[in-house]
């Protein structure tokens, strides 16, 4: 066959070596490409969501940004509950816009605001001036009470952080608003809270107590010197943090895209020479409104509508003097710092600026609750954000992990960081005062790119071609293996078959012709030698028609025939056949269907029938019932099938599909018994195939029966 020849010097252990070389040849490189494609998707995918997470900081910076903006245009007077009207002539006093109950909520969150003395007085634009008649300030008794247990509330709060002197130093302060005398207070101003103290504060005041603890808040923490600070200060550097999911350095996040990304943004800033792109792609706080001390006037009323003992006592401070009638008016000067941000050490939250004014620093802020700010401020900005559906959230304090938001597809919050894993999306501070707090985003699972689909399609019907490819491949050298090896098989055989009846004419005709036969045995030497011409002829033919089929030059001439006529025909070419092997022939028919009619191609039918026939008999040679029949009948689907059977040992199961292959033989060829090429059956079913019929085979108890149907 052709193409076997390439197979010859393979076997099977090295077809599979090379089959496996050439796969690997073609898939390593192919698998690279892939991956590369894929890892490129991955990166363009992951610079996309980059994006995204970069505005949605942008944005929630920008509107806190907005925020504390608003919050430190606040003057000073803001923090006190009456300040003076436009018009400091007018010496007429009205609320100040902080004093309003719901406190103003510039950021989310705000419990409250406070001031704190040099002394670590606690003050609140919550609670009119000690003493005020609150129902002619349009507050309730009920709406009093709520104010005055938030202003407890903020200052216990602070009490705790070490902020301002403790709860029983200042509750007093607090909670006598409204106890003297109404004709007195209704005239007093509001600057009495906001003016030196009075001899029972400074009684009052501990010594324990440092305003320096406010200076402290976003200090790194070290050892104090020996005797330079109080020990509440001191005890203030060794506070635990109050965020309870640990370091953000123990977030297991995979920073590679990251760091390329970095790269990649930093190389494109050199080549463009834009410098400023470096700092913003490492993310640095991008440029923003300065931040600096600013000055600020505040007018106090005249010195007539003060108590004496509120009334101030530095003559510079003064800025005009009129007579005895005339009312005083007094300004002050006050440097104030922009604000500053810091995480207390109970887990609120802290806005503080500081004030200096008549030679005193004055601490003014706001009490922020972090789970409100944090949900309002940042968690709901990231919700209503579409990547929230495939990447997490972590806010961090300086080096604390304050709060881990898991995204729509991620489940239940993690224990600790450590069970928060994935791939770096982007890390950026906020701007100041909020500079403290970091964003930090993370994917755990990166969407596919636009065209992932595409490859991931691509990859499938590659691998399947590959494998399905290579599978067919060995099956076809295997094949062409077996074949090869069939063919050799075939060519021992024909050899042997040659040999043989010619071996036997030429014996017998040498007998003959010397005369070394009696006259009784010379007419069956004669039959010997027809028997062995008849089997020499039928090999013959089997192989030439073997090469007609190969050659495809087999082509049947299918003519109508008579059922009953073809039985006649198969008994005169076969009966002879049969009788010298020692068989008997028994023809099965039915007169019903002897008038039947086929369409056959007369020498293809005589061969196939001859050919069955002469199988039967090689392989029942043993069997104790020496008989073939051949018999024929209709089929349901307007066919004829007819039968050829023997009673020997039948076939075995797994070789039933197998005998009608080129070249098989059951049987090995160094251990065979029977005689044959191994193409017979195969030409059987060739020629019942041309003439659109099909052949097959069923083991019977005893023997075998093939069956060839014809339409």
Not at 3 to 19: E, H, N, P, Q, S
Not at 131 to 158: C, T
Not at 322 to 332: C, K, P
Request: include cysteine; proline fraction near 5%; hydrophobic fraction near 40%.
């Amino acid at each position: 066959m052709p193409g076997t020849g390439v197979f010859k010097a393979f076997d099977l252990r090295r077809l599979r070596l090379l089959i496996l070389l050439l796969f690997i040849a073609l898939a390593v490189p192919t698998g690279a490409l892939i991956w590369q494609a894929f890892g490129q998707l991955k990166w363009e995918a992951f610079y996309q969501h980059r994006g995204l997470a970069e505005e949605l900081t942008a944005r929630i910076d920008a509107d806190l940004g907005e925020r504390i903006r608003a919050t430190e245009a606040r003057s000073f007077d803001d923090f006190s509950f009456l300040v003076l009207s436009g018009d400091p002539a007018a010496n007429f006093l009205q609320r100040s816009p902080l004093s309003e109950y719901p406190v103003p909520q510039d950021l989310p969150g705000v419990i409250g605001y406070f001031q704190v003395d040099a002394d670590g007085s606690f003050r609140t634009p919550l609670l009119p001036p000690a003493g005020a008649a609150a129902d002619k300030l349009g507050i309730l008794p009920e709406e009093l009470e709520q104010r005055r247990i938030l202003a407890s509330e903020i200052h216990r709060v602070l009490a705790d952080n070490r902020l301002v002197r403790d709860v029983a130093d200042a509750s007093e302060v607090i909670l006598d608003t409204g106890r003297r005398d109404e004709t007195e207070v209704e005239s007093a101003p509001e600057s009495v809270a906001v003016a030196a103290e009075s001899e029972r504060q400074v009684a009052k005041r501990k010594d324990g107590y440092s305003q320096q603890v406010f200076d402290r808040l976003n200090s790194p923490v070290q050892a104090p010197a020996a005797g330079a600070m109080s020990n509440a200060v001191a005890e203030s550097d060794t506070r635990e943090p109050a965020a309870g999911y640990g370091k953000v350095a123990d977030l297991k996040l995979d920073q590679s895209l990251q760091k390329k990304s970095e790269s990649l943004e930093r190389k494109s800033s050199f080549d463009d020479d834009f410098p400023s792109r470096e700092i913003h792609a490492a993310g640095a706080e991008s440029p923003a409104v300065v931040r600096s001390r600013r000055l600020e006037e505040s007018v106090l009323p005249g010195a007539s509508a003060l108590p004496q003992s509120q009334k101030p006592e530095a003559a510079s401070e003064v800025a005009g003097m009129a007579s005895a009638n005339e009312a005083l008016v007094t300004t002050f000067a006050s440097e104030i710092d922009p604000y500053e941000f810091s995480l207390l050490e109970s887990g609120h939250l802290v806005l503080f600026r500081k004030v200096w004014r008549n030679g005193e620093r004055l601490i003014q802020g706001l009490l922020i609750d972090s789970d409100t700010f944090l949900s309002q401020a940042v968690e709901s900005e990231f919700r209503t954000a579409s990547l929230s559906d495939m990447s997490d959230l972590v806010i961090g304090y300086q080096d604390d992990v304050m709060r881990v938001v898991r995204g729509t597809e991620s489940g239940t919050y993690p224990v600790n960081p450590a069970e928060l894993q994935g791939t770096l999306l982007y890390q950026r501070p906020l701007s100041a005062p909020l500079d403290g707090l970091e964003l930090i985003f993370s994917i755990n699972r990166l969407p596919a790119g636009p065209g992932a689909e595409v490859l991931r399609w691509t990859t499938v019907i590659i691998a399947i071609v590959f494998v399905a490819g290579f599978y067919l491949v060995y099956r076809l050298g295997v094949g062409q293996l077996r074949l090869a090896r069939q063919q050799q098989d075939f060519v021992s055989a024909v050899s042997h078959e040659l040999k043989t009846p010619l071996t036997s004419i030429r014996m017998y005709g040498e007998m003959l012709t010397q005369g070394w036969v009696s006259e009784d045995k010379r007419r069956q030497y004669y039959e010997y030698i027809q028997d062995e011409s008849e089997r020499l002829s039928r090999l013959i033919s089997n192989v030439l028609q073997l090469a007609k089929i190969t050659r495809s030059e087999a082509r049947p001439e299918l003519k109508q025939r008579n059922v009953g006529e073809l039985m006649s025909q198969i008994e005169s070419k076969v009966g002879a056949q049969v009788q010298r092997a020692g068989f008997s022939l028994r023809l099965l028919k039915n007169p019903v269907d002897d008038q039947a009619l086929v369409m056959i191609d007369d020498d293809s039918f005589a061969q196939i029938m001859i050919n069955l026939v002469d199988n039967a008999i090689k392989f029942s040679k043993n069997a104790e019932n020496k008989s073939i029949d051949i018999g024929c009948n209709r089929a349901g689907d307007d066919s004829v099938v007819f039968t050829v059977r023997d009673y020997g040992p039948g076939i075995a199961r797994g070789q039933l599909k197998k005998i009608f292959e080129l070249f098989y033989r059951a049987e090995s060829e160094l251990t065979r018994e029977t005689v044959g090429t191994g193409i017979g059956l195969a030409i059987v079913h060739q020629l019942a195939t041309r003439m659109q019929g099909k052949v097959d085979v069923l083991n019977k108890d005893p023997g075998a029966e093939f069956r060839l149907q014809l339409p």
